[in-house]
Each structure stands twice: as structure tokens, then as C-alpha cells.
């Protein structure tokens, strides 16, 4: 019942205030991809978007398709999408076996992610140690956390803040996925660096 | 309740803010008495302001914090820009939001396990403009994650997507 006075008032108000719909814009993200979005008007009506730049248009009595574009998006929104933080980054560093000491591919990576961190507004960084499936479980569930306090240990040294950092491990227990049946294998004596 | 009062939000500019704000209080009210897990989950970090230019303020517990470039966002939290400002936040799950001057939002809820992707989110946009780029979240539960505005509840399949509330 309220909606038709919510509709009255709209209309008795136009252009004093102005009833402008809500407007929800499916864009495609950073690689060229478009998810989808279901807009779902709380007293009733649906709009499902899945192409680029579809747009729901939600009024008083009403959802609608419109189809925008990349320039009236570029336009009308140019604001609010150049204050949207620097995606997350994903590093792997990878270990000599049974060690704590990087493969020497490894530390050109590290000095890559300290310039991506000091590149950062209040940078968090995620440390994820893993070992192969030689040797006990028990045993690398350690080194693998050593392997995680070697990388915070390296990058604090390099400047980055050690209260920014979070160290976790996994020992053996997530190997990569085309590794699964292997037990010595070079890929998954990593750590996992994540900045964000 | 809250979102009756957000349907009369056409009366005049000023009356809405006034109403918008009566509104953020009753979610505020609403998710504290509603949680299950009080205090640990309602405390717990969900994000952390990387972008913010003018005036931008997180109201929690009834206070005004101002939302500096490292401040941390909580679930409950409402996000609040000013004329000329804008803010951006990257959530624990990577889920990515900004807002333009003149945006209100409340985070909800949020809950993230970094382990096993478990979790959910409920964000809500009372006014202004909100862009997101979803994150794990959405990946692992995209059923659990929902945007509402004062009118509709968007589904999130993926991946960017703007949301515009005069």
C-alpha cells in the first residue's frame, strides 16, 4: 500500500525533487570477462544482466533492461571508478628442497614484491608456506613454517612493516593441483605471497 | 521498517538525508541485536580504507571515525563521503568497493574464513554510487552475498558492476 503513496508522492514531487531510478551497470572486469548480477525489486520484478554494460533501471512501480555503454559508463561514473583500490597480486616463491634458501629465480621475485608493496596505500600482505609430501607430515607442517618466517624475515629487511604482514602455513596438506600422487616435486616447495 | 522510511526519500534533499540517516541507525540497531555471535564476530576486521580523498568518515558505535588512507573497516560499519570526497576499501576476501561524494553504505555483515573461503556479505547502499569488484566470496558462496538498495536486492554472480542511488 505504501508504494502507491511512495508513487503519489513521486509524482507529486516531480521535478521539485526529482524521482530518478536506481541504476545497477554490469561491467566487464579487468580481462574482458562479464559475470552477472540478478536485480531483484523488493515488491516485485526481476532483471538478470549478463552482457556487458547492462544496465537495471529500478523505479517507483518497476525494474527495467537498459542497455548502456562503455562511454556513458566512462562518463557518468569515471569518479567512482578511478577511487577502486589496486586489485590483489599473487606471488610464488619456490625453495630449495628440505631448505629455508629461495631458488635464485625466486629472490628476483622477491624484490618484485617489495616494489609492488612500497607501490601500496596500506598495504596487507598474506605469507602462505607449503612443503612437498617427502618427509613426515609433522616435519612439514615446520618447514613450511619456516619456510613463511624466511620470506616475512626477507621482506621486513627489504622495508616492508612486520604489522602489515600475516604468516600462515600449510605443510603438506595443499599441494598444488597438477602435483596430486607426486611426492617429491619442485612446484610445491613454495610460499604463497598475496598483496592487497 | 527502515526501508518504508527509505521509500518516502523523495520528499526533498534535505528531509532524505535526515531520513537516511534515521534509516542507517535501524541497521545498525538491527544487525547488532540480530548476530548471533556478538561482540567477536561484530569486532572482527572486514577490511582496510586504501583510497580516500576530502572528507570521508566511518560511523561505528554511534561515533564518527575519520576514514584515513589504513583505517579499518568493521562489520556494521557505515561508510559515509561528503561533497568532494571520495573513498575506496578492499575487503578481506578481495572484494573491492569505491564511493563518490555523497555515498552512504553500510557493511552489514561480513564474514570471511581465509582458509576455506567460507563466509558471506550483505552490503547495503543507502545513497550515492558504489562500484564493486567482487572477490573470493563471491567465488566460493555467491548465493551469500547480496547489495541492497533502499527499492532492490542485487544477486552477484561475478564480477564488476556498478550500483547508483539518487
Same mark, same amino acid.
Given at each position: 500500500m505504501f508504494h502507491n503513496r511512495y508513487f503519489a508522492i513521486c509524482l507529486m514531487l516531480l521535478g521539485l525533487a526529482g524521482c530518478a531510478s536506481e541504476r545497477i551497470t554490469l561491467l566487464p572486469d579487468a580481462d574482458g570477462k562479464v559475470g552477472a548480477l540478478v536485480v531483484t525489486r523488493d515488491s516485485?520484478?526481476?532483471?538478470?544482466?549478463?552482457?556487458?554494460?547492462?544496465?537495471?533501471?529500478?523505479?517507483?512501480?518497476?525494474v527495467e533492461f537498459r542497455q548502456s555503454s562503455a562511454s556513458e559508463v566512462k562518463e557518468r561514473y569515471n569518479a567512482t571508478l578511478a577511487a577502486i583500490p589496486t586489485g590483489t597480486q599473487s606471488y610464488t616463491l619456490h625453495f630449495v628442497i628440505e631448505k629455508t634458501t629461495l631458488l635464485p629465480e625466486s629472490q628476483a621475485t622477491l624484490k618484485t614484491i617489495l616494489e609492488d608493496y612500497s607501490k601500496r596505500p596500506a598495504p596487507e600482505v598474506i605469507i602462505i608456506g607449503h612443503?612437498?609430501?617427502s618427509g613426515d607430515a609433522k616435519y612439514n607442517e615446520e618447514l613450511s613454517q619456516r619456510r613463511a618466517s624466511a620470506v616475512r624475515d626477507q621482506l621486513v629487511?627489504?622495508?616492508a612493516s612486520p604489522e602489515n604482514i600475516?604468516?600462515?602455513?600449510?605443510?603438506?596438506?595443499e599441494p598444488l593441483p597438477e602435483t596430486v600422487g607426486k611426492i617429491y616435486d619442485q612446484r610445491n616447495r613454495r610460499v604463497e605471497v598475496k598483496i592487497r | 521498517m527502515n526501508y518504508k522510511?527509505?521509500?518516502?526519500?523523495?520528499?526533498?534533499?534535505?528531509i532524505a538525508r535526515g531520513l537516511?540517516? *534515521?534509516?542507517?541507525?535501524?541497521?545498525?540497531?538491527?544487525?547488532?541485536?540480530?548476530?548471533?555471535?556478538?561482540?567477536?564476530?561484530?569486532?572482527?576486521?572486514?577490511? *582496510?580504507v586504501k583510497t580516500s580523498q576530502g572528507n570521508v568518515h566511518i560511523l561505528r558505535d554511534g561515533k564518527s571515525i575519520p576514514a584515513v588512507v589504513g583505517a579499518k573497516v568493521m562489520a556494521g560499519d557505515v561508510l559515509r563521503t561528503s561533497s568532494e570526497s571520495s573513498a575506496g576499501v578492499t575487503l578481506k576476501d578481495d572484494t573491492r568497493v569505491s564511493l563518490v561524494p555523497n555515498s552512504q553504505v553500510v557493511l552489514d555483515k561480513f564474514a570471511?574464513?581465509?582458509? *576455506?573461503?567460507?563466509?558471506?556479505?550483505?552490503?547495503?547502499?543507502?545513497?550515492?554510487?558504489?562500484?564493486?569488484?567482487?572477490g573470493l566470496l563471491v567465488r566460493?558462496?555467491?548465493e551469500l552475498v547480496r547489495v541492497k538498495t533502499p527499492t532492490a536486492t542485487i544477486g552477484i554472480r561475478g564480477t564488476e558492476f556498478i550500483v547508483d542511488v539518487p
Amino acid at each position: 500500500m505504501f508504494h502507491n503513496r511512495y508513487f503519489a508522492i513521486c509524482l507529486m514531487l516531480l521535478g521539485l525533487a526529482g524521482c530518478a531510478s536506481e541504476r545497477i551497470t554490469l561491467l566487464p572486469d579487468a580481462d574482458g570477462k562479464v559475470g552477472a548480477l540478478v536485480v531483484t525489486r523488493d515488491s516485485g520484478g526481476e532483471v538478470r544482466l549478463d552482457q556487458a554494460y547492462g544496465s537495471a533501471r529500478v523505479e517507483g512501480s518497476k525494474v527495467e533492461f537498459r542497455q548502456s555503454s562503455a562511454s556513458e559508463v566512462k562518463e557518468r561514473y569515471n569518479a567512482t571508478l578511478a577511487a577502486i583500490p589496486t586489485g590483489t597480486q599473487s606471488y610464488t616463491l619456490h625453495f630449495v628442497i628440505e631448505k629455508t634458501t629461495l631458488l635464485p629465480e625466486s629472490q628476483a621475485t622477491l624484490k618484485t614484491i617489495l616494489e609492488d608493496y612500497s607501490k601500496r596505500p596500506a598495504p596487507e600482505v598474506i605469507i602462505i608456506g607449503h612443503t612437498d609430501k617427502s618427509g613426515d607430515a609433522k616435519y612439514n607442517e615446520e618447514l613450511s613454517q619456516r619456510r613463511a618466517s624466511a620470506v616475512r624475515d626477507q621482506l621486513v629487511a627489504g622495508g616492508a612493516s612486520p604489522e602489515n604482514i600475516e604468516t600462515a602455513w600449510r605443510g603438506d596438506r595443499e599441494p598444488l593441483p597438477e602435483t596430486v600422487g607426486k611426492i617429491y616435486d619442485q612446484r610445491n616447495r613454495r610460499v604463497e605471497v598475496k598483496i592487497r | 521498517m527502515n526501508y518504508k522510511v527509505m521509500n518516502y526519500r523523495c520528499f526533498s534533499l534535505s528531509i532524505a538525508r535526515g531520513l537516511l540517516a *534515521t534509516s542507517a541507525t535501524v541497521v545498525l540497531v538491527l544487525v547488532g541485536s540480530c548476530l548471533a555471535s556478538p561482540a567477536a564476530l561484530a569486532l572482527d576486521v572486514a577490511g *582496510t580504507v586504501k583510497t580516500s580523498q576530502g572528507n570521508v568518515h566511518i560511523l561505528r558505535d554511534g561515533k564518527s571515525i575519520p576514514a584515513v588512507v589504513g583505517a579499518k573497516v568493521m562489520a556494521g560499519d557505515v561508510l559515509r563521503t561528503s561533497s568532494e570526497s571520495s573513498a575506496g576499501v578492499t575487503l578481506k576476501d578481495d572484494t573491492r568497493v569505491s564511493l563518490v561524494p555523497n555515498s552512504q553504505v553500510v557493511l552489514d555483515k561480513f564474514a570471511f574464513n581465509a582458509n *576455506t573461503h567460507e563466509g558471506g556479505m550483505f552490503l547495503s547502499v543507502l545513497k550515492g554510487t558504489l562500484s564493486m569488484i567482487s572477490g573470493l566470496l563471491v567465488r566460493a558462496n555467491p548465493e551469500l552475498v547480496r547489495v541492497k538498495t533502499p527499492t532492490a536486492t542485487i544477486g552477484i554472480r561475478g564480477t564488476e558492476f556498478i550500483v547508483d542511488v539518487p
